[in-house]
């Protein structure tokens, strides 16, 4: 069955940086583009960067553009998220996801930025 396994989020200072991880099995990774997503209480949950089965394109929200790189090891099935210079804003839970039929998604990983 396909598991998504996030981690690496916690909390940071305006400014700061967090590196994302998402281990992925059950599937065959490297035929799957990926998606990471966002999502704040109360609000709907947001797509954050998208990247293509071999890695070569990439999509990032405006809101990211600049900040983030998302990136995947197809021989390790891992997808990544590094964030930069993160703001108070990019305070969320983040999750990976896979369409492979239908949606799937990790449990999440908490990213706090505050003072």
């Known amino acids: 069955q396909v598991q998504l396994v996030e981690s690496g989020g916690g909390s940071v200072q305006p400014g700061g940086s967090l590196r994302l991880t998402c281990a992925a099995s059950g599937f065959d990774f490297s035929s799957y583009p990926m998606t990471w997503y966002r999502q704040v209480p109360g609000k709907e949950r947001e797509l954050v960067a998208s990247?293509?089965?071999?890695?070569?394109?990439?999509n990032y929200a405006e809101f990211v553009k600049g900040r983030f790189t998302m990136s995947r090891h197809n021989g390790r099935n891992m997808v990544y998220l590094q964030m930069t210079n993160l703001k108070p804003d990019d305070t969320a839970v983040y999750y990976c996801?896979?369409?492979?039929?239908?949606?799937?998604w990790g449990q999440g990983t908490q990213v706090t930025v505050s003072s």
């Open positions: 996801n896979v369409w492979k039929g239908r949606d799937y």
């Open positions: 990247i293509s089965t071999g890695g070569e394109n990439k």
